[in-house]
């Protein structure tokens, strides 16, 4: 019988059927093949169901193994008795039914002969064992026969210890008992009908070795059982003496150490330096690089264990890639084709399904099942983000709220705010709850666009703000920002300050009387609305006569602008003017612009505009139709500040065209390069003399109104500009200058990332530096920018030039430099 799923071994069985998984690096059914051959029985029917191909592409037709082998496949359950009545057509003489997915070497000879002996109509082989509580007690008379059936008894109940061990031997008149097309179980319907008929039914205790390694804590004990000898089964592999089995082609460097019992697979690799401690099995095709060190482990094959990886009583499943310095403890257990990055730490009892990646650093506490990947920390450059409900559950939002709770004082408000998608809704709510057991308020403002949730977080008494809104590149994740009491991005140390309560789940519950309230902040629209008409001449935009296509995204803007571009006594054709999350997770920024441009064409309006449903960015087209380029539109906007910045500052990324910083100079303004993350760029914003700032990725701010990115403020302001601007917006960018700037990224491993930026500054020390984020190093006509990524293992590379195709040698040079930097 071999069509069992194995689900408590699971991650292990997760890709593979209970029968297969080895011990000993063999099949667990290829054990139980050769104890059969042993007892002279060389024709076998297999009942197989779940993922039968695996069982059927490795014994095939039995030939290899030295018997005859067919199958009988379930296409429905239909329990243990009707997956036999299934094979029937095989079974015209006395049988024997044994589990495929047990490890033993009982004596099946004797209990064939006790059944030739009593002439019974089926025989039960029994096993004793120390605890019966999972099993199924049989109790016997003198004589062998059956006297009744008791299934996972109680202590109280427990009169013997004697179980069934799945070891049948039946007469094809068994098959009368078993009715067709549906499930049958032998011991629950079968075995008591025999007995309730007064037919010959016994039971025979086998002698020898019997394990149903049934859970991870028996599958580990198996390999000890096997290796001490305790059971009979055979290794592959040369017995190098003390129990240590060795296979084919294999390499072990002369300084490496490598202590029995314990068995290495064919084609492994060991280096200098490794330690195998006692009962390690490696697979097949297992490389072990320099000082790895191993107790009690199970590792299968084609995996690799990096330099001064340690594992303890773990099991490692296929393929698996495990990087330098990673220490996986005792009871770990890890899926196949799973990638733990460099010095990775997997803590006691977590167990890691399939197909998972550990980023570099990270400390896993709990079990990786459904989620995409193992998290360095808490927070990446967006605040916490991943896919929603696998990733970002709300069992984890939950936590992570009682830990930000619990940084703040008892009594705090926080703001929460949400896009329309159901996954920011249902998480909202687990935020919500994890605030108020903290002792932490909420007001909540529901829909609304994030720069509205960062201006009403500049009230006094507020604390903080958390927004959730979907991914812009990704509908299927969400994004969950915290902000301080300026609306800013929270700080990096405030992150990590978080992360510590949240590690050590050390959150703050507060008595029933003390748990937090939920409000809804009031006015909340109005306020933000009136505040961006205050900034602005209104009279001489009205007076402009502005003809406006404006594309709300599907996102909570559509709340605002309707209302506001009214005020301002725009003419207005509107797309898309209403919240909707089907219309978020297939929003496409190119695609709608480029609706947009038809449309002002069309209808020969003096501006388009397209707002992303989050309410940061922005894309604008000009009187033409013209779809004006994120750096672009950075260009036009200092272009369109009045003639003189009269000394004031413009905070441009360091990855930003130098043409700015030009333009900016030439309007007797100065310049503050920033670091490329979001949240430098807004510090640097809130400047008193700053005028203008923005990214490279159509997010601008309005310092005067909020020191934040802001579309909607920074559309309002295009318009004031532009209405004071006798030319149309297509003039001004006309007089922009071409830029050429060309990316590239280069994947670098996370333990070089430092030594390639320095080997680069060393390089490049005779040229102008700019070290403000990264490294941007000059060159005659340009610019090269490399920037290593602070969450995945790349480096970036940004480069300028006079031409695109000069742009394009020196970031392929830069390229070229950075992967000859990189050590094999």
Same mark, same amino acid.
């Given at each position: 019988?071999?069509?069992?799923?194995?689900?408590? $071994?699971?991650?292990?069985?997760?890709?593979?059927?209970?029968? !297969? !998984? #080895?011990?000993?690096?063999?099949?667990?059914?290829?054990?139980? $093949?050769?104890?059969?051959?042993?007892?002279?029985?060389?024709?076998?029917?297999?009942?197989?169901?779940?993922?039968?191909?695996? *069982?059927?592409?490795?014994?095939?037709?039995?030939?290899?193994?030295?018997?005859?082998?067919?199958?009988?496949?379930?296409?429905?359950?239909?329990? &243990?008795?009707?997956?036999?009545?299934?094979?029937?057509?095989?079974?015209?003489?006395?049988?024997?039914?044994?589990?495929?997915?047990?490890?033993?070497?009982?004596?099946?000879?004797?209990?064939?002969?006790?059944?030739?002996?009593?002439?019974?109509?089926?025989?039960?082989?029994?096993?004793?064992?120390?605890?019966?509580?999972?099993?199924?007690?049989?109790?016997?008379?003198?004589?062998?026969?059956?006297?009744?059936?008791?299934?996972?008894?109680?202590?109280?109940?427990?009169?013997?210890?004697?179980?069934?061990?799945?070891?049948?031997?039946?007469?094809?008149?068994?098959?009368?008992?078993?009715?067709?097309?549906?499930?049958? +179980?032998?011991?629950?319907?079968?075995?008591?009908?025999?007995?309730?008929?007064?037919?010959?039914?016994?039971?025979?205790?086998?002698?020898?070795?019997?394990?149903?390694?049934?859970?991870?804590?028996?599958?580990?004990?198996?390999?000890?059982?096997?290796?001490?000898?305790?059971?009979?089964?055979? *290794?592959?592999?040369?017995?190098?003496?003390?129990?240590?089995?060795?296979?084919?082609?294999?390499?072990?460097?002369?300084?490496?150490?490598?202590?029995?019992?314990?068995?290495?697979? =064919?084609?492994?690799?060991?280096?200098?330096?490794?330690?195998?401690?006692?009962?390690?099995?490696?697979?097949?095709?297992?490389?072990?690089?320099?000082?790895?060190?191993?107790?009690?482990?199970?590792?299968?094959?084609?995996?690799?264990?990096?330099?001064?990886?340690?594992?303890?009583?773990?099991?490692?499943?296929?393929?698996?890639?495990?990087?330098?310095?990673?220490?996986?403890?005792?009871?770990?257990?890890?899926?196949?084709?799973?990638?733990?990055?460099?010095?990775?730490?997997?803590?006691?009892?977590?167990?890691?399904?399939?197909?998972?990646?550990?980023?570099?650093?990270?400390?896993?506490?709990?079990? *990786?099942?459904?989620?995409?990947?193992?998290?360095?920390?808490?927070?990446?450059?967006?605040?916490?983000?991943?896919?929603?409900?696998?990733?970002?559950?709300?069992?984890?939002?939950?936590?992570?709220?009682?830990?930000?709770?619990?940084?703040?004082?008892?009594?705090?408000?926080?703001?929460?705010?949400?896009?329309?998608?159901?996954?920011?809704?249902?998480?909202?709510?687990?935020?919500?709850?994890?605030?108020?057991?903290?002792?932490?308020?909420?007001? +909540?403002?529901?829909?609304? #666009?994030?720069?509205?949730?960062?201006? *009403?977080?500049?009230?006094?008494?507020?604390?903080?703000?958390?927004?959730?809104?979907?991914?812009?590149?990704?509908?299927?994740?969400?994004?969950?920002?915290?902000?301080?009491?300026?609306?800013? +991005?929270?700080?990096? /140390?405030?992150?990590?300050?978080?992360?510590?309560?949240?590690?050590?789940?050390?959150?703050?519950?507060?008595?029933?009387?003390?748990?937090?309230?939920?409000?809804?902040?009031?006015?909340?629209?109005?306020?933000?609305?009136?505040?961006?008409?205050?900034?602005?001449?209104?009279?001489?935009?009205?007076?402009?006569?502005?003809?406006?296509?404006?594309?709300?995204?599907?996102?909570?803007?559509?709340?605002?602008?309707?209302?506001?571009?009214?005020?301002?006594?725009?003419?207005?054709?509107?797309?898309?003017?209403?919240?909707?999350?089907?219309?978020?997770?297939?929003?496409?920024?190119?695609?709608?612009?480029?609706?947009?441009?038809?449309?002002?064409?069309?209808?020969?309006?003096?501006?388009?505009?397209?707002?992303?449903?989050?309410?940061?960015?922005? &894309?604008?087209?000009?009187?033409?139709?013209?779809?004006? =380029?994120?750096?672009?539109?950075?260009?036009?906007?200092?272009? $369109?500040?009045?003639?003189?910045?009269?000394?004031?500052?413009?905070?441009?990324?360091?990855?930003?065209?130098?043409?700015?910083?030009?333009?900016?100079?030439?309007?007797?303004?100065?310049?503050?390069?920033?670091?490329?993350?979001?949240?430098?760029?807004?510090?640097?914003?809130?400047?008193?003399? !700053?005028?203008?700032?923005?990214?490279?990725?159509?997010?601008? /701010?309005?310092?005067?109104?909020?020191?934040?990115?802001?579309?909607?403020?920074?559309?309002?302001?295009?318009?004031?500009?532009?209405?004071?601007?006798?030319?149309?917006?297509?003039?001004?960018?006309?007089?922009? #200058?071409?830029?050429?700037?060309?990316?590239?990224?280069?994947?670098?491993?996370?333990?070089?990332?430092?030594?390639?930026?320095?080997?680069?500054?060393?390089?490049?020390?005779?040229?102008?530096?700019?070290?403000?984020?990264?490294?941007?190093?000059?060159?005659?006509?340009?610019?090269?920018?490399?920037?290593?990524?602070?969450?995945?293992?790349?480096?970036?590379?940004?480069?300028?030039?006079?031409?695109?195709?000069?742009?394009?040698?020196?970031?392929?040079?830069?390229?070229?430099?950075?992967?000859?930097?990189?050590?094999?």
């Amino acid at each position: 019988m071999a069509g069992g799923e194995g689900t408590r $071994l699971r991650p292990l069985t997760s890709n593979v059927p209970k029968p !297969m !998984m #080895p011990l000993a690096n063999r099949p667990m059914m290829e054990h139980i $093949l050769d104890l059969l051959k042993r007892h002279g029985f060389d024709e076998v029917v297999v009942t197989v169901a779940f993922m039968a191909n695996h *069982i059927r592409n490795y014994f095939g037709d039995g030939s290899e193994f030295g018997v005859k082998m067919v199958y009988a496949t379930e296409e429905t359950p239909l329990g &243990t008795a009707g997956s036999v009545r299934n094979a029937m057509d095989e079974l015209t003489e006395a049988f024997l039914v044994i589990s495929g997915d047990v490890l033993t070497d009982i004596d099946l000879t004797k209990i064939v002969e006790f059944h030739k002996e009593k002439k019974a109509t089926a025989t039960i082989g029994l096993i004793r064992v120390e605890n019966p509580l999972e099993f199924g007690i049989v109790i016997t008379k003198e004589d062998g026969s059956i006297d009744r059936f008791l299934e996972k008894p109680g202590w109280g109940q427990v009169f013997s210890d004697t179980i069934n061990a799945g070891i049948f031997v039946l007469e094809p008149e068994i098959f009368d008992y078993i009715p067709p097309d549906r499930p049958v +179980d032998f011991s629950g319907e079968v075995f008591p009908a025999l007995l309730a008929d007064g037919r010959p039914l016994y039971g025979a205790v086998g002698e020898g070795y019997w394990e149903d390694v049934g859970n991870l804590e028996s599958y580990v004990n198996a390999h000890t059982d096997i290796l001490d000898g305790t059971v009979g089964v055979g *290794i592959n592999g040369f017995d190098r003496g003390e129990g240590l089995y060795i296979g084919e082609n294999v390499t072990i460097h002369r300084d490496a150490t490598v202590s029995g019992p314990g068995v290495i697979g =064919d084609n492994c690799r060991i280096e200098a330096g490794v330690n195998l401690g006692p009962y390690t099995v490696l697979g097949a095709n297992v490389r072990v690089r320099s000082e790895v060190s191993t107790d009690r482990v199970v590792v299968a094959d084609n995996t690799y264990l990096g330099e001064g990886v340690s594992l303890r009583g773990a099991v490692v499943g296929r393929a698996c890639d495990l990087r330098r310095g990673v220490v996986v403890d005792e009871g770990v257990v890890i899926g196949d084709e799973c990638f733990v990055g460099e010095g990775a730490h997997i803590t006691a009892g977590v167990k890691v399904y399939p197909f998972k990646t550990i980023e570099a650093g990270a400390t896993i506490n709990n079990s *990786i099942v459904w989620e995409s990947r193992g998290a360095r920390s808490l927070f990446g450059r967006d605040g916490v983000t991943g896919l929603a409900n696998v990733d970002v559950t709300p069992e984890l939002v939950t936590r992570m709220a009682m830990a930000y709770g619990s940084t703040l004082k008892q009594g705090d408000v926080v703001i929460t705010s949400r896009d329309s998608s159901r996954s920011a809704r249902m998480l909202k709510r687990a935020v919500h709850a994890g605030l108020n057991a903290s002792g932490v308020s909420v007001q +909540d403002l529901e829909v609304v #666009p994030l720069p509205v949730t960062r201006f *009403i977080t500049r009230r006094p008494a507020i604390a903080g703000a958390i927004a959730l809104r979907l991914h812009g590149h990704d509908p299927n994740s969400i994004v969950i920002g915290f902000m301080d009491a300026s609306g800013a +991005d929270m700080s990096e /140390i405030a992150h990590r300050r978080i992360e510590r309560v949240f590690n050590r789940e050390d959150y703050r519950r507060v008595f029933p009387a003390e748990i937090g309230d939920i409000d809804y902040a009031p006015r909340a629209l109005e306020h933000y609305a009136t505040a961006i008409e205050s900034m602005v001449d209104l009279p001489a935009i009205r007076a402009s006569g502005l003809k406006l296509v404006a594309d709300y995204g599907y996102g909570a803007v559509s709340f605002i602008m309707p209302n506001l571009l009214a005020k301002l006594g725009a003419e207005v054709l509107a797309v898309n003017p209403f919240a909707s999350t089907s219309g978020i997770a297939d929003f496409d920024r190119d695609r709608h612009a480029a609706d947009v441009s038809d449309l002002v064409v069309s209808s020969r309006s003096s501006l388009g505009v397209v707002f992303t449903p989050g309410g940061e960015q922005i &894309t604008v087209i000009d009187n033409e139709g013209r779809v004006i =380029d994120d750096t672009r539109l950075f260009l036009a906007l200092i272009a $369109l500040h009045a003639s003189s910045l009269d000394g004031r500052r413009v905070a441009i990324p360091i990855s930003m065209t130098t043409h700015a910083t030009t333009m900016v100079e030439e309007r007797s303004g100065s310049v503050v390069l920033t670091p490329t993350a979001p949240a430098a760029i807004m510090e640097n914003a809130a400047n008193p003399l !700053m005028s203008f700032a923005g990214d490279t990725m159509g997010r601008f /701010i309005v310092p005067e109104f909020m020191p934040a990115f802001d579309a909607t403020a920074t559309f309002v302001r295009l318009l004031d500009m532009l209405a004071r601007d006798p030319n149309p917006l297509s003039e001004t960018v006309d007089t922009l #200058p071409t830029v050429h700037i060309e990316e590239r990224e280069v994947v670098t491993p996370w333990d070089q990332k430092g030594s390639v930026m320095r080997e680069l500054v060393e390089q490049s020390n005779d040229r102008e530096l700019d070290l403000v984020d990264g490294v941007r190093i000059h060159h005659d006509g340009g610019w090269a920018l490399v920037l290593p990524d602070p969450e995945d293992p790349t480096t970036r590379v940004v480069a300028e030039g006079p031409d695109q195709a000069a742009a394009a040698r020196l970031a392929d040079e830069y390229v070229r430099r950075i992967e000859q930097l990189i050590r094999p």
